[in-house]
């Protein structure tokens, strides 16, 4: 299957510069996309939703944010009003801060590199604990509180 359709199916340049993609690939690709596109999001709505059911102050404030702002956009499609309160946006971090999708990520060094005083080989595959360094006192007041500040 073309991943590309050339622009030109008889000019030779334009063949070679089409990549073709293998069934397994497509397949792979599909399961990204659900994967990184649908179970993120839904993951997320639904700790959000936790959150503020297990937090009325906050989730009073989310609702008078949102109020407050259509009262003075009455005209404001979704997407304006979700760019243009802050108070959701803190809301929404908080929530991935807490519950991150991905509780850790995996890197691979692309080339050799010392950071504070430690070498990384290139190709040296590390993990990255996301989860750890949300809960983590040395960065965060109170890391178990959800405070959409």
Partial sequence: MDAEAPDDPDNESSIKASRVLTDKQIVGLCFDFMLAGHDTTSSMLAFTSYLLAINPHEQE???????????????????????????????????????P?????GRVCNETCTINGVTFLKGFRFDIPILKIHMSPEYWDQPEVFNPK
Avoid at 63 to 80: F, G, K, R, T, V
């Fill in 61 to 99: 404030q989310l609702c008078q944010a949102i109020d407050d702002y259509y009262q003075e956009n009455e005209e404001a499609s979704l997407y304006d009003a979700s760019q243009n309160i802050p108070y959701l946006d803190w809301v929404l971090h908080e929530s991935l801060r807490l519950y």
């Fill in 101 to 105: 999708p991905a509780p850790n990520t």
